[in-house]
């Protein structure tokens, strides 16, 4: 059986999320991870608004002591995240839930079904989390992701700049600066 696993952290990057599937550690930060057991590649992926709102928190000791990607567990429509949907299968997706890490992203959210009638689903913390800003390295790699999905620099700093853990704490700037130099 297959899930459609929504994505919006760290993993909207390709490169990032295959390292949860064959193992190895991602280049930029994160652990190492273990290759599970069925490593084949997903069966295809899209882009995929998620209407719950986008926060960085916690201190995650693989991304230098700085947050992470959350998203509130209460569905609101105000709110888009943009995400990106991997087609696995469900022991993929508890491998990926597994080394994710299911303390802080312990509640899984299913928020609807594909156009072909899988169910997607997504993890998050079931709590608000104090926030914390991003890594470069992590916000690097979340505007790694959304290039590939064919978000434009102007786009991705609208979209980021007011993010919980990240308004106040760049500039404008400084997240167009980071998507010059996320060209992977």
């Not at 949907?85 to 959210?109: A, M, N, P, R």
């Not at 790694?144 to 991705?156: F, P, Q, V």
Request: charged letters at 25%.
């Amino acid at each position: 059986m297959y899930v459609w696993y929504a994505t919006y952290g760290s993993n909207l990057l390709r490169e990032r999320f295959i390292t949860y599937l064959k193992g190895g550690k991602y280049r930029l930060g994160g652990k190492s991870n273990n290759k599970c057991e069925d490593s084949t590649m997903p069966v295809a992926d899209e882009p995929y608004v998620i209407p719950h709102k986008l926060y960085f928190a916690n201190k995650s000791t693989w991304w230098e002591n700085k947050g992470v990607a959350f998203i509130s567990p209460k569905c609101d429509k105000k709110f888009c995240t943009h995400g990106r949907i991997w087609k696995i299968t469900e022991q993929q997706f508890d491998h990926v839930w597994c080394q994710e890490g299911k303390s802080w992203y312990c509640e899984k959210l299913v928020l609807g079904n594909h156009q072909d009638g899988t169910e997607i689903v997504t993890i998050t913390n079931c709590e608000e989390l104090p926030r914390n800003p991003p890594s470069n390295n992590y916000l690097r790699t979340i505007i790694a992701g959304l290039k590939e999905m064919g978000l434009t620099d102007e786009r991705i700093c609208d979209y980021l700049i007011d993010k919980d853990g990240i308004s106040g704490k760049f500039t404008k700037q400084n997240i167009c600066e980071i998507c010059r130099s996320s060209c992977f």
